[in-house]
């Protein structure tokens, strides 16, 4: 199984190169980085890597930006995604709603 770790905004992966020294080297992982797919939209950059494992198992990892790529993604691998992982990430984009968060009471239900 290769886990895909897919980058925030930068596209870059740069923000998961910590993370790629303290994995073990027996993990099989690959490092997306938008600069190697043409597609600016989500479906076409989830299509282009998509076409890349479309004969492996995964477990996918999308960090901010990538969220909705890897919902994607999930949709085009189907059976072949073993897992999805979101890191600060979202799949749309926040209702205006959510602003009054900040200001709405917690209550706890019993």
């Not at 870059?12 to 992982?29: A, Q």
């Amino acid at each position: 199984m290769k886990i895909i770790l897919l980058p925030g905004l930068d596209g870059t992966g740069y923000l998961f190169k910590n993370l790629m020294k303290e994995l073990p080297s027996t993990l099989s992982v690959e490092v997306i980085s938008y600069s190697s797919i043409s597609s600016l939209s989500y479906y076409g950059q989830a299509q282009e890597i998509a076409t890349l494992h479309s004969d492996e198992d995964v477990l996918i990892v999308g960090e901010s930006y990538s969220g909705r790529v890897a919902y994607e993604l999930c949709h085009l691998l189907g059976e072949r995604v073993k897992g999805l992982v979101f890191l600060a990430s979202f799949v749309s984009k926040p209702s205006i709603y959510s602003r009054l968060a900040s200001i709405v009471p917690i209550v706890h239900f019993p």
